[in-house]
């Protein structure tokens, strides 16, 4: 494995700009194909949600913690629990956000990983696609 291709998984995981760099690092310094940009950045990106639940679970083991959250609670984050993680609405709003804060919101609200990895990755997907589709066309629709 070489510094590059090092850089890629650490920009992939990365919770600031995370596909946003890592996918035009990728295509553009690295050389790397569609496809294996696509099949290594999304699971990367998603490593993100996986920390945020695990460091969650982590500090939901001590009671301050849960007195803390539980103090904090609203009406709006009732509505969301209700809604377990509404599909679509996280599909959409994975990508714009952040995945790990789409999974700290949904821990907030009591929401397991479980019932939110699907729309997650997909969101993943499809802001991966917008992404690498726009690397692509940039450099057509302004000339290089």
Do not use: H
Not at 37 to 47: E, H, R
């Amino acid at each position: 494995m070489s510094g590059g291709d090092v850089a890629f998984v650490l920009l992939a995981v990365n919770p600031l700009g995370g596909l946003l760099v890592a996918i035009p690092y990728g295509l553009f310094t690295l050389g790397y194909p569609v496809a294996l940009v696509l099949a290594l950045g999304v699971p990367l990106a998603y490593v993100q949600v996986a920390v945020v639940d695990g460091a969650w679970s982590a500090l939901a083991r001590w009671p301050r913690w849960e007195r803390f959250i539980a103090a904090r609670r609203s009406p709006r984050v009732e509505r969301l629990a209700a809604g377990r993680g509404r599909f679509w609405g996280t599909m959409l709003v994975t990508p714009l956000v952040g995945p790990w804060l789409v999974m700290a919101i949904m821990r907030y609200a009591q929401v397991q990983q479980q019932r939110v990895a699907v729309p997650i990755l997909l969101g993943l997907c499809w802001g991966a696609s917008v992404i690498t589709a726009a690397c692509l066309l940039a450099p057509r629709l302004f000339g290089k």
